[in-house]
């Protein structure tokens, strides 16, 4: 056994605080805690929790204590703002020094309760992301692997359209260089928005695991710079085309009928057609003129160009969601557009290139076209040819 005296300090010691946490002597409970954090039964033994929502300060018993203002508030809680804060999130405009012409929502920080459609009724920038995130991002990057895939299964399943005939040699003029030059300056604009568009739309899902976040931070930003300068190109050129090519984009009956044979892909025999078929003649109206002019008015919003528009945050936000459903299905459609001008009709490239056209690609592809200039009431050759510069004599 152990010291006598150390024996006797160890079992006064534990009686003590038996005594003190069993509450059997009054001398050695602890004080109880104020009123305000006890519970109803806290005298019949320890300390109870308190829920401190339950709690409340003297002062919010006062009363119009809700509707305070944040002046009044700060008087009997200094520091509490809840009055300024309930403001800011209802969208009460407040003071601000700054022009309403440069700035017209300085005043506001959080934008009022809106329901775009496919959001909930929340404040405009969430009801925004909401349809950003939960729609155009998945449902527009579904829409573009589409059809992309299905250009694809054409390609792979049925390979181009085929010239049937043999070239004769004898060229067809069907664009002239002015056509050409418009196009051309068209479909690069067209190309440089499109590429940079779906980077910054959807390059955080397939390139920033590759590249890392600098890389693709640089990339964003020169490409969202390109989209800025060739917008404006864009947009000019696509008014030249417009007019260039209106005259002969004049639908008709054979478009009609076109459309309804699905211009012969599946039958395999090719529908006749003037200078241009139904199927471009659809890309025409539909997405040069309408969706041309959806995007780029809506863009010349987003970039803040157009003269006496208050360009508040919904308008930019509602400005967004409209360029990117109409940039989608501008670039959906122009997918296939630039397929059948590229590598899915044989031919089809070398009149865009050089502006030519053998006799046979004409009346295989455009058979009415060929038909008006054999019969005289088109021209075969609508420019001067370029006569060879002649050596200068000695």
């Not at 929340?122 to 573009?144: F, H, K, M, S």
Request: hydrophobic share 45%.
């Amino acid at each position: 056994m152990g010291h006598p005296s150390r024996l006797f300090s160890t079992l006064l010691l534990t009686a003590c605080a038996a005594l003190t946490w069993s509450g059997v002597s009054a001398q050695t409970r602890p004080v109880a805690p104020a009123p305000a954090v006890v519970a109803a039964g806290a005298g019949a033994g320890g300390i109870q929790n308190a829920n401190i929502f339950d709690v409340k300060p003297d002062a919010s018993e006062a009363p119009g204590y809700a509707t305070q203002t944040n002046g009044e508030r700060a008087k009997v809680q200094p520091r509490n703002n809840a009055p300024m804060w309930r403001q800011v999130g209802a969208g009460v405009t407040g003071y601000s020094s700054l022009p309403i012409s440069q700035a017209p929502e300085a005043g506001n920080l959080i934008q009022p309760f809106v329901q775009y459609p496919g959001s909930r009724l929340t404040n405009a920038g969430e009801a925004w992301r909401q349809v950003r995130n939960d729609w155009l991002i998945p449902y527009g990057g579904a829409l573009l692997l589409i059809v992309l895939g299905a250009i694809a299964l054409v390609f792979k399943t049925m390979g181009p359209i085929k010239q049937h005939g043999e070239d004769t040699g004898k060229k067809i003029e069907r664009f002239t260089a002015f056509e050409r030059s418009a196009h051309w300056a068209n479909a690069i604009a067209f190309c440089i928005l499109g590429i940079s568009g779906i980077v910054m739309a959807f390059g955080k899902f397939f390139l920033l695991p590759v590249m890392g976040l600098t890389l693709f931070g640089w990339l964003t930003y020169a490409l969202k710079n390109m989209h800025n300068f060739a917008g404006p190109v864009f947009a000019v050129s696509l008014v030249v085309i417009f007019v260039t090519f209106l005259r002969d984009n004049i639908p008709n009956r054979d478009d009609v009928i076109w459309l309804l044979k699905g211009g012969g892909l599946l039958s395999g025999k090719e529908v006749p057609s003037h200078r241009f078929n139904g199927g471009e003649k659809l890309v025409f109206w539909g997405g040069v003129f309408f969706l041309g002019i959806v995007v780029v008015s809506s863009g010349f919003v987003l970039d803040k160009i157009l003269p006496g528009l208050i360009y508040e945050r919904g308008t930019l936000q509602i400005a967004h969601m409209i360029h990117a459903v109409a940039t989608l299905l501008m670039l959906v459609m122009f997918m296939g557009h630039i397929y059948i001008g590229t590598i899915g009709m044989q031919g089809a490239y070398q009149g865009m290139k050089t502006g030519y056209v053998d006799e046979t690609w004409a009346r295989e592809h455009h058979e009415y076209w060929y038909d008006d200039i054999k019969a005289g009431k088109i021209p075969a050759q609508r420019t001067e040819p370029v006569q060879p510069s002649q050596p200068v004599q000695i």
